[in-house]
C-alpha cells in the first residue's frame, strides 16, 4: 500500500558515531522533509528538498546532512556534530496540499 | 510565515463537542488552514483544511470567519480515542518549499472519560 516508510523505528548512536535514518515513499510525490520533534514540543524543519538532488536547510540544520538522489528516498544522517541528538524524527512527503508522514524514528545516545 | 497561535491544552469528557481556536492574524490571501492530529510516537494525521467559510469531513468541522484570522477546529462528540496533539498550519498549499510547513506547539486534547 501507499505511504512512508521510515527506518529502523528505535536507533541508538554511540558518542562520535554517524547515523543515517531512513525515508522512502511510493507516492510519487516531489517534495520531502525531515522535522526533528523533542518530548512535548512541535515538529521543528530539518531538511527539505522540492527535487531531486535539490535539498535546503530547514531551521535547525546544523549537525544534520541529507541526500537526495532517487524520488523516493531522502535519507537523514545525524553527524558527530549534533552534540544533542536524542529526539523523535519524522519524514514527510507533500502531495497537492497536504503533507504524509511517516511513522518516525526515535533516536537515543547511549 | 504566518505565525500561528494555539491553546497549549484542552480538558473535556467523552460525547462533549470540542473547539479549538487558532489565530493566525497575518494570514496571506493565498493561504489555506490546515489541521493535523498526532498520537504519542506517531507522525501527525492529516484531519481537515480549508480556505474559508466551513469545511466538513467525517471528522470534523473547519470554521473560518470572514476576514480568516482566525479558524476554528470543532470535534463532534469526542471519545477517549481523540486524546491527542492537535496542530494548526496555515501556509501556501501551492508551494512546497519552506512556508507551508511551520508547526507550532499545537494543543494537547485530553478526554476525560
Known amino acids: 500500500d501507499g505511504g512512508i516508510t521510515q527506518s529502523p523505528k528505535y536507533l541508538f548512536r554511540k558518542e562520535g558515531q554517524n547515523v543515517t535514518l531512513s525515508c522512502e515513499q511510493n507516492?510519487?510525490?516531489?517534495?520531502m522533509y525531515w522535522y526533528r520533534q523533542d518530548p512535548g514540543q512541535g515538529l521543528r524543519l530539518i531538511y527539505y528538498?522540492?527535487?531531486?538532488?535539490?535539498?535546503q536547510k530547514g531551521d535547525i540544520a546544523e549537525g544534520y546532512s541529507v541526500s537526495r538522489e532517487k524520488k523516493e528516498s531522502f535519507p537523514l544522517t545525524v553527524t558527530s556534530a549534533q552534540k544533542n541528538p536524542t529526539a523523535f524524527y519524522l519524514c514527510?512527503?507533500?502531495?497537492?496540499?497536504?503533507?504524509?508522514f511517516g511513522a518516525g524514528t526515535r533516536l537515543s545516545v547511549l | 510565515l504566518a505565525k500561528t497561535t494555539q491553546p497549549i491544552s484542552m480538558d473535556s469528557y467523552e460525547g462533549q463537542e470540542v473547539n479549538i481556536t487558532c489565530s493566525h492574524n497575518?494570514?496571506?490571501?493565498?493561504?489555506?488552514i490546515t489541521w493535523y492530529q498526532q498520537f504519542p510516537s506517531q507522525g501527525p494525521r492529516f484531519i481537515i483544511q480549508?480556505?474559508?467559510t466551513k469545511v466538513t469531513n467525517e471528522v470534523a468541522s473547519l470554521f473560518i470567519p470572514a476576514d480568516r484570522k482566525s479558524s476554528t477546529l470543532s470535534l463532534p462528540r469526542v471519545s477517549l480515542s481523540d486524546t491527542a496533539v492537535y496542530y494548526c498550519?496555515?501556509?501556501?498549499?501551492?508551494?512546497?518549499?519552506?512556508?507551508?510547513?511551520?508547526f507550532g506547539s499545537g494543543t494537547r486534547l485530553q478526554v476525560q472519560p
Open positions: 507516492l510519487n510525490h516531489d517534495a
Open positions: 480549508g480556505y474559508k
Open positions: 528538498s522540492q527535487i531531486v538532488n535539490d535539498f
Open positions: 497575518n494570514i496571506a490571501t493565498n493561504d489555506y
Open positions: 498550519l496555515v501556509g501556501d498549499m501551492t508551494n512546497t518549499g519552506r512556508r507551508a510547513l511551520t
Open positions: 514527510a512527503s507533500r502531495g497537492g496540499a497536504f503533507q504524509y
